[in-house]
């Protein structure tokens, strides 16, 4: 009998989840089964369930422990008066339920962000009373109203009269309470009329010939002017501006930062900071030696080197901080830094000690791991010249943001720079250390297998734990977004499908062996549409990849717009997508920061990529073939329009005009063109699934050959002309 048990091998239950363990990871949105890219049905092994619920805080290591969560969880909202944050969509009536000892009076009311209150009528729903923790507990619910102002309120619930030894005794409970747009409209200019286009760059290549070897504000500015006057464009979207590190080596991927809150200051042009103006003498000469060397970078062939630039901006902009500003410069930063607060001195103090103990604080000494603690507050009045650097150099890089944007919407752009909002940050960095109390910890954030990489995805990034952030007020999340979408028309959320369910991947796991856990779609979708509408600003969701059929629907009845790749359109029967069918509220383009511009996914550069590096699952041969098919079928439909000459199918410059008239037949709002195309760009910005495999994110703006080209140089572009024209629907001049 045990040697019938061996050879039929372990049980292949073993790894399975229980069906209490299901209940417990369904009560905390971590999922144990789903459906994959191939639509086959996949279950979740248990280990990988367990090593979430455990990032979560919920230990689910035996059928004992599974219980005792079952039964917290269930109590949880119990123990609590209010829920810990209420966030309800404006014109719609909503329900929130408090709890209090049983018997004992209750009344709710709404004080708003503005001033004022509005109490809250209790509604007849009836719920048996619990016991919790010894005590009966009772449930009341109190209707909140469909009119209240959008905005940053608090609920505030006064519970009991007498009691506690004292006639006048009543306890309040406060929570955060925020009104979010039901639907954000989009601005008339991009509502109504042609389809609103824009350039789509990565930033740190367009260089020019004033840039230090790195593409910066004054040269974003320059680039929306040139292109709104000249091409008609109507906005610029550009890479994500968070800060990496003040240390070397300095990340190169603008996806992994240290925050998402601060901007990278190697965005800064250092001759547009005022005070560089007051610069005298062998330190002015210094600067404009460094200036000189940084310049001849940008018309280099090789790989752009942001620790040489870092380096360099920031010995040079230490020396200009160092100039004294005058009365209204003063009181200008003050008020920066008052607007600010604790965050920016936050972000400013990880620094500073960065630059003293290295980039990765889990490596500092343990005293100087908690952001709260007296050695911090001790390592920062020591240090207190950088900490007031770093605080500096992100008002320096906001004063030139908004510089920027002011210079686009000036120069008739309707919305101006929209930026890019990253997934998730590094895991040893800046915003980990300074939110401890809200970022998981033993997962990173990733996506599972699909068409384009088969072996799933692990970006190394932790993410927010979904009750910590809650319990927070959606604060950090708030925080982060005010700064994105300041000084910008609009915001590209990147992966905005983790705003509904996250790729959770446990340490020691391969990114396959991940799970869903699933967010509070409801509040963080509306908290972005509340901050974009307060912006002024449209948002654009990445929703590509493998996404639940239900959730573009719910984007575009919200007013968010989702994202369309030409390549990727295709029907049911894997045809190209008829352009006139394609989604309104969307941005669509021929290509993405995460493929090869349109001259190089033309050569196959994606599959010689992926075989070169090993990340292909299929025979390269079958993958090429299969590519092969999907171009050849975009094209036949290209030349069967109109768009592109019969004969003309291998010409890659008449392919890339025609591929953009296509967008100008779709209904969607946004088109972009990617600045790679318009200087005939054949290498990948990026490939996914790498790190250090290949160059990603550092190929400098060129043209086919290889070699550079400037910003200075564009102006007067006839290929930007012609791909302006054909993306407007209009013949070439």
């Known amino acids: 009998m045990t040697e019938d048990l061996a050879a039929a091998g372990p049980d292949p239950s073993a790894d399975v989840p229980s069906p209490a363990l299901v209940e417990l990871a369904t009560a905390h949105g971590v999922a144990t089964d789903f459906w994959d890219w191939q639509g086959q049905h996949v279950v979740v092994p248990r280990e990988s369930v367990e090593a979430v619920l455990a990032a979560l805080g919920v230990a689910a290591h035996s059928e ?7 039964d917290d969880v269930r109590d949880a909202p119990w123990r609590r008066t209010l829920p810990a944050c209420v966030v309800v969509r404006s014109g719609r009536p909503a329900e929130v339920a408090v709890h209090v000892p049983h018997g004992d009076p209750v009344q709710v009311h709404a004080e708003l962000e503005t001033g004022g209150r509005v109490d809250l009528a209790q509604t007849d729903r009836w719920v048996e009373p619990r016991y919790i923790g010894g005590r009966e507990v009772g449930e009341a619910t109190f209707a909140v109203p469909g009119d209240l102002p959008l905005g940053w309120h608090e609920l505030v619930a006064v519970v009991g009269a007498g009691g506690a030894g004292d006639p006048a005794y009543a306890e309040k409970a406060r929570v955060p309470l925020v009104v979010t747009p039901d639907r954000l409209e989009l601005p008339t200019a991009v509502a109504e ?36 006057e000249q091409l008609g464009a109507g906005f610029v979207l550009i890479n994500p501006l968070h800060a990496p590190s003040p240390t070397v080596p300095v990340e190169p991927s603008p996806y992994l930062p240290v925050t998402r809150r601060f901007v990278s200051p190697l965005y800064v042009r250092v001759e547009q900071v005022p005070e560089h103006a007051y610069l005298t003498g062998a330190v002015r000469a210094d600067i404009e030696r460094t200036a000189l060397l940084q310049r001849a970078t940008s018309s280099s062939t090789a790989l752009i080197d942001r620790d040489a630039v870092w380096e360099a901006k920031r010995a040079a902009l230490s020396l200009v901080h160092s100039v004294p500003r005058g009365a209204a410069r003063e009181a200008d930063y003050r008020a920066f830094r008052d607007r600010e607060g604790a965050g920016l001195v936050d972000f ?13 604080w889990s490596g500092w000494p343990e005293e100087l791991q908690d952001p709260r603690s007296a050695a911090v507050a001790a390592a920062r ?12 150099l992100q008002w320096v890089v906001d004063e030139q943001l908004d510089a920027a944007q002011r210079r686009a919407t000036a120069s008739g752009m309707p919305l101006g720079i929209v930026h890019d909002l990253a997934v998730g940050v590094h895991r040893d960095g800046a915003d980990t250390w300074a939110l401890q109390d809200v970022m998981a910890r033993g997962v ?11 072996v799933g995805q692990d970006w190394s990034q932790p993410p927010w734990r979904p009750d910590r952030l809650a319990e927070a007020g959606y604060g950090p999340y708030r925080d982060m977004l005010r700064t994105v979408l300041r000084h910008s028309g609009g915001v590209r959320v990147d ?37 974009a509408w307060r912006a002024g600003a449209v948002v654009v969701g990445e929703d590509l990849g493998t996404v639940e059929p239900w959730v573009r629907d719910y984007l575009a009845d919200r007013g968010l717009l989702g994202t369309s790749i030409l390549w990727f359109e295709r029907d049911d029967q894997g045809q190209p997508r008829p352009p006139e069918t394609w989604r309104r509220l969307c941005l669509a383009s021929a290509t993405t920061h995460d493929l090869p511009p349109t001259a190089g996914y033309l050569a196959g550069e994606h599959i010689r990529i992926r075989d070169d590096l090993g990340l292909l699952t299929r025979p390269v041969e079958e993958e090429r073939r299969v590519d092969e098919a999907d171009r050849a079928s975009w094209i036949a439909l290209l030349v069967e329009r109109g768009w592109l000459a019969a004969g003309a199918e291998r010409d890659v ?10 967008l100008a037949a779709t209904p969607s709002r946004l088109l972009g063109v990617a600045l790679t195309d318009v200087v005939g760009e054949v290498r990948a ?48 001049a």
């Open 685 to 732: 910005m990026n490939q996914p699934g790498t790190h250090a495999e290949y160059p990603n994110w550092q190929v400098p703006l060129a043209d086919g050959s290889g070699a550079p080209v400037l910003l200075d140089d564009l102006v007067g572009s006839a290929r930007a002309a012609e791909l302006a024209a054909a993306v407007r629907g209009r013949p070439s």
């Open 348 to 360: 400013a103090t990880w620094c500073a000690l960065a630059e003293v103990h290295g980039a990765g």
């Open 653 to 662: 410059a008449a392919v890339t005009v025609a591929l953009h008239r296509a």
């Open 444 to 454: 990173s954030v990733g996506a599972p297998p699909d068409d384009f990489n088969q």
């Open 381 to 392: 009045e020591e240090l207190t010249e950088r900490v007031d650097f770093f605080c500096w």
């Open 193 to 228: 009329g042609p389809p609103t286009w824009g350039l789509m760059t990565q930033l740190y290549s367009v260089r020019s010939r004033r840039s230090w070897g790195h593409g910066d504000l004054d040269d974003l500015a320059e680039l929306a002017r040139w292109s709104a």
């Open 495 to 531: 992966h905005i499908l983790g705003l509904f369910r996250l790729w959770w991947v446990p340490e020691g796991r391969s990114a396959a062996e991940g799970t869903y856990v699933r967010f509070d779609h409801e509040a963080l979708v509306g908290i972005l549409a509340l901050e």
């Open 64 to 70: 004992e422990s599974v219980r005792a969560a079952l």
